[in-house]
């Protein structure tokens, strides 16, 4: 049994290892993963008054989201407009193995992405990361979330456009309605209730603590525990919307 | 004499249309079996189906000894599949292809690299193994497509309409290829819509039309069923439309008209040709060339599915213009 697992969880690695190679550098995900949310992000938070690590977490939390899910939203809709998703459905992998590994490259492209924005900004800032640990592992857990958000939309999408509507749909009250450009506490108590049942509050919520304390708080395990929920949520809910989309 | 994929009852309906009808079939270990059926008759549908990319409506399918709807990934590993559409990877090589296929169907890594290489050497691609594949023609597209569907040494490898869309010397590289693999004790199930590919390849044809099998048999076999019926073909110059004046001659029973020639069936040759001599003479037309035939594969075809030669001519005719087999 164990090797069972083992062996498709080493396939998902594998297909990840694909999608990297073929999907990473297309330039759409560049412009949607990355420029948007900063332009976007930096156009509110001058607006608010906000402090600096809620601007760190925030930021990064909503980089790694966009990121995320512009390449995982379209990752199963253009294997699938290509015919090279025929491969992948006639290979000995199960759905959920299959969209694990699509997940999977989500999650390193997303790690490399929180790389990339949380180091200049930590320096500009002056922000001194308490506990470099716990940090990436609420990066790793954010971005293994989002990716898995991404993958639903792709395998519930007919093709490319719908895909990039619906991943919309969802990030952009998403980055709204989670604490980023505004904290909760600031929010009419009616949204906060919305906003428990969004992934990316957590994710800003455990950056945050991860940046300010040095050792895990109960809330930032918490924060983790929903996180590695509905990450594993969102692929099974995506590998049965897979398959009834295919019979 | 072993099986190795097996269709019971096998039905598929898709909004109330029926691609594939209750279908029973067998094939055996290193056969070459064909489905040979017009567009739409349901074979790439057979074919997901029994390959577990698709979802019978009802009915079983049994591939290398595993239900492929209760054990799929089990069935899987023993399956290789070449679908209408080559579906390798544009961006990436034709080594890295292959690389993937093997990971994908758990190849032992230090067989991967030996694997590919023997078959981009079978398949002549190893000169452009480190090329993009989106550089490709379609032919060694689809060549690299047959070789990444062999990395896991599968038991029967399906190929959906292979050689279709292809220019004549591509498609005849991968229909040698084929024999070749099948030589070499690979066991083949291929759909077609060329009624010579098949007859040429297959030890066993399953004639498919609008979901059903209509005959299933080796294609001497399905020949013998036409065998009391003699094909005469003859040209005439000037040439001209002559079908009706020369189904009006006695002793014939039907005229199709072949390239340049009209092919005749009717009941004795012998009786036939002095018949076509005097309609030559008397309309002052010089006989070109006559020749009397053994029944073709595609007279068995049009007498089983009741299609009309010329349907199938034209079907030909759409997919690939004058394509010869060789
Ligand atoms: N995904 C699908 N949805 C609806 N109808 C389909 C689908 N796939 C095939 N069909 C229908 O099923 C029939 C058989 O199709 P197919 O198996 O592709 O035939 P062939 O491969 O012999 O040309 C056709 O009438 C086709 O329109
Ligand atoms: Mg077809």
Known sequence: MARIWLQSLIKAFYISKKDARVYYFKAPNFTYGFLMPVSLFIAFSIAGQINTSLIVSGLTSIVILFGTTSIEAVAVVLEKQTGTFERLLAAPVSFFTLLLGKALAGFFFGLVLAAVILAPLTVISGTVVANPVLVFIAIAFSSLTFSALGVLVSAYAKWTPEAQMLSNFLRFPMAFLSGTFLPLELMPSQLGVISRLLPLTYSVEALRISINDSAPTFTYLLDILVLALFSFILLVVAAKVLQRRLE | ?326
């Open chain 2, 1 to 326: 004499m072993e099986v190795v994929a097996k269709a019971q009852y096998l039905t598929k309906r898709y909004h109330g249309v029926l691609a594939v009808d209750r279908i029973d079939l067998e094939v055996y270990r290193s056969e070459f079996f064909g489905l040979l059926g017009p567009n739409s008759a349901g074979k790439t549908t057979t074919i997901r189906m029994l390959t577990g990319q698709t979802k019978p409506t009802s009915g079983v399918a049994i591939v290398a000894d595993y239900d492929i709807i209760h054990q799929p990934i089990k069935a899987k590993e023993h399956v290789g599949v070449v679908p209408e559409a080559s579906n390798v990877y544009d961006e990436m090589s034709a080594w890295d292809n292959l690389i993937f296929a093997a990971e994908l169907y758990g190849v032992p890594r230090k067989e991967r690299n030996k694997r590919a290489k023997d078959l981009l050497e079978r398949f002549g691609l190893y000169e452009r193994r480190g090329d993009r594949v989106g550089n490709f023609s379609k032919g060694m597209k689809r060549r690299l497509t047959i070789a990444a569907a062999l990395i896991h040494r599968p038991c029967i490898v399906f190929l959906d309409e292979p050689t279709t869309g292809l220019d004549v010397q591509s498609a005849r590289i991968i229909r040698n290829l084929l024999k070749e693999l099948n030589r070499s004790g690979v066991t083949i199930f291929l759909t077609t819509h060329y009624i010579e590919e098949a007859d040429q390849l297959c030890q066993r044809i399953a004639i498919i039309n609008q979901g059903r099998i209509v005959a299933l048999d080796s294609p001497e076999k399905l020949k013998a069923l036409v065998e009391e019926r003699h094909v005469v073909e003859v040209s005439f110059s000037p040439a001209k439309d002559l079908d009706g004046q020369l189904k009006g001659l006695k002793h014939v029973s039907d005229v199709s008209w072949v390239g340049d020639r009209f092919r005749l069936y009717v009941e004795d040759a012998s009786e036939v040709i002095p018949l076509l001599i005097d309609f030559g003479r008397e309309n002052k037309l010089r006989i070109v060339s006559i020749n009397t035939m053994k029944p073709s594969l595609e007279d068995a075809f049009v007498k089983i599915t009741g299609l009309s030669p010329e349907v199938m001519a034209t079907e030909k005719e759409h997919a690939k213009k004058g394509e010869s087999l060789g």
